[in-house]
């Protein structure tokens, strides 16, 4: 490989939360017992040395004496159009359709403050990533879950029975769509996303699609933009994206929407707006340029393949050596998520014992309960393999023994 996903870096000290809030603080993982260093597989940011080229553009602007106020460049807007043309095959997008954020879920409150009142209703499907249900809880709004469901071959699907179900009965006019969808991994089909689009189309449901994982596909796998299976999902979706889980950015800060409806678009600039805080830093930009180059596809693209490595590797582990534990294997995203069902019944266990046997050997992995995963794990696989290989020879000695 041109790049380097194999180097175990040394992040103490370095700003990083995966590391330093270690056994720190009441919602991260227990620190790990003498004898075992932290291998971080909670927190959704990446262990693996940056893409050169944003580096390099962030330093040639630094070389610049000056960083007073200034407008998103051409270059920003065209880097952006560029990637979402090549990567997902995105077409009629202009700049005016995008706009800045300084976060997805600031995105998503932005936009639900434009949809909705608050103490409505919002439809979400189960599992859910954490963010969602702290974002809306904290501003006001009440999820509604419709559980996601495995099939024959552990393959999460939607229900669209009961989605339709908990739109009427709870007169839902906003819905919250994730893909590829966290933190099951799941990369949803064009017939799926067309089937959910029909049902939010026939009830009238505006869509913000969360789309922040795009980049992030086994080989083979396709993103299938919400915005593009139809006119009518194109108008009525609000769909959020940024470079910060594909590049590891995610402390510069800095994400975007593109939404089409022009009445949708103005209305949320004005809702950004109100609070006078959601403005672009001019390093994130040109780490945004950086990151959608030439480059950066190249970049992507050994990463995917890195990361198929570390799930492919883990999967077969836990098949072949966790009896009990179980897991679909993800088709986008870097996280797993394992369920430990099978496990804790054989064993007489709780997840609590599993969680902290985990952190005593310093596997800091994340509890799937907050993610409505009742006898789930949440394990990021974004590190080098050798990481992921001592990661599971420490399950299988210290954690799930019989």
Same mark, same amino acid.
């Given at each position: 490989?041109?790049?380097?996903?194999?180097?175990?870096?040394?992040?103490?000290?370095?700003?990083?939360?995966?590391?330093?809030?270690?056994?720190?603080?009441?919602?991260?993982?227990?620190?790990?017992?003498?004898?075992?260093?932290?291998?971080?597989?909670?927190?959704?940011?990446?262990?693996?040395?940056?893409?050169?080229?944003?580096?390099?553009?962030?330093?040639?602007?630094?070389?610049?004496?000056?960083?007073?106020?200034?407008?998103?460049?051409?270059a920003?807007?065209?880097?952006?159009?560029?990637?979402?043309?090549?990567?997902?095959?995105?077409?009629?997008?202009?700049? %005016?359709?995008?706009?800045y954020? +300084?976060?997805?879920?600031?995105?998503?409150v932005?936009?639900?403050?434009?949809?909705?009142?608050?103490?409505?209703?919002?439809?979400?499907?189960?599992?859910?990533?954490?963010?969602?249900?702290?974002?809306?809880?904290?501003?006001?709004?009440?999820i509604?879950?419709?559980?996601?469901? %495995?099939?024959?071959?552990?393959?999460?699907?939607?229900?669209?029975?009961?989605?339709? @179900?908990?739109?009427?009965?709870?007169?839902?006019?906003?819905?919250?769509?994730?893909?590829?969808h966290?933190?099951?991994?799941?990369?949803?089909?064009?017939?799926?996303?067309?089937?959910?689009?029909?049902?939010?189309? @026939?009830?009238?449901?505006?869509?913000?699609?969360? #789309?922040?994982?795009?980049?992030?596909?086994?080989?083979?796998?396709?993103?299938?933009?919400? %915005?593009?299976?139809?006119?009518?999902?194109?108008?009525?979706?609000?769909?959020?994206?940024?470079?910060?889980?594909?590049?590891?950015?995610?402390?510069l800060?800095?994400?975007?929407?593109?939404?089409?409806? @022009?009445?949708?678009? #103005?209305?949320?600039?004005?809702?950004?707006?109100?609070?006078?805080? +959601?403005?672009?830093?001019?390093?994130?930009?040109?780490?945004?340029?950086?990151?959608?180059?030439?480059?950066?596809?190249?970049?992507?693209?050994?990463?995917?393949?890195?990361?198929?490595?570390?799930?492919?590797?883990?999967?077969?582990?836990?098949a072949? +050596?966790?009896?009990?534990?179980?897991?679909?294997?993800?088709?986008?995203?870097?996280?797993?998520?394992?369920?430990?069902?099978?496990?804790?019944?054989?064993?007489?266990?709780?997840?609590?014992?599993?969680?902290?046997?985990g952190?005593?050997?310093?596997?800091?992995?994340?509890?799937?309960?907050?993610?409505?995963?009742?006898?789930?794990?949440?394990?990021?696989?974004?590190?080098?393999?050798?990481?992921?290989?001592?990661?599971?020879?420490?399950?299988?000695?210290?954690?799930?023994?019989?």
């Amino acid at each position: 490989m041109k790049y380097d996903f194999t180097t175990i870096l040394d992040r103490r000290g370095k700003d990083a939360l995966a590391i330093d809030a270690i056994g720190k603080t009441d919602w991260g993982p227990g620190g790990p017992k003498e004898g075992f260093d932290a291998i971080p597989m909670w927190v959704a940011d990446m262990n693996f040395p940056v893409l050169p080229a944003i580096q390099e553009a962030m330093i040639r602007r630094i070389q610049h004496p000056t960083f007073g106020y200034f407008y998103p460049t051409d270059a920003y807007y065209n880097a952006i159009i560029d990637w979402q043309a090549r990567r997902n095959g995105v077409t009629g997008l202009e700049p %005016q359709h995008i706009g800045y954020e +300084n976060g997805v879920l600031g995105g998503v409150v932005t936009a639900l403050n434009v949809l909705c009142s608050r103490g409505d209703k919002v439809l979400v499907h189960s599992p859910t990533y954490v963010g969602f249900t702290a974002s809306l809880k904290n501003n006001g709004y009440d999820i509604v879950h419709s559980p996601l469901t %495995q099939d024959e071959n552990g393959i999460w699907r939607m229900d669209f029975a009961d989605m339709e @179900k908990k739109i009427v009965d709870n007169h839902i006019h906003a819905a919250i769509f994730c893909s590829p969808h966290n933190p099951t991994g799941r990369v949803w089909e064009r017939w799926e996303i067309e089937q959910a689009m029909e049902l939010f189309r @026939k009830h009238d449901v505006n869509v913000i699609s969360d #789309e922040i994982w795009s980049d992030i596909l086994r080989p083979g796998v396709r993103h299938i933009p919400t %915005q593009s299976v139809s006119e009518d999902a194109r108008m009525r979706t609000l769909a959020m994206y940024a470079p910060s889980k594909t590049f590891s950015l995610a402390g510069l800060v800095g994400s975007y929407h593109i939404i089409y409806n @022009k009445k949708l678009r #103005e209305r949320c600039d004005k809702e950004s707006s109100l609070g006078h805080y +959601n403005f672009m830093n001019v390093l994130s930009m040109h780490a945004l340029i950086g990151a959608y180059s030439e480059e950066g596809h190249v970049w992507v693209k050994e990463l995917n393949e890195t990361i198929a490595g570390n799930v492919d590797y883990i999967c077969d582990f836990i098949a072949k +050596n966790l009896p009990g534990v179980t897991v679909s294997k993800p088709q986008g995203t870097y996280m797993l998520f394992v369920d430990c069902k099978g496990w804790l019944e054989a064993h007489g266990k709780t997840m609590d014992d599993v969680l902290h046997a985990g952190w005593d050997a310093g596997v800091a992995w994340q509890d799937g309960r907050n993610f409505h995963g009742k006898t789930h794990l949440r394990l990021n696989l974004a590190l080098p393999l050798s990481r992921v290989q001592e990661a599971c020879r420490r399950m299988k000695e210290y954690i799930f023994v019989d």
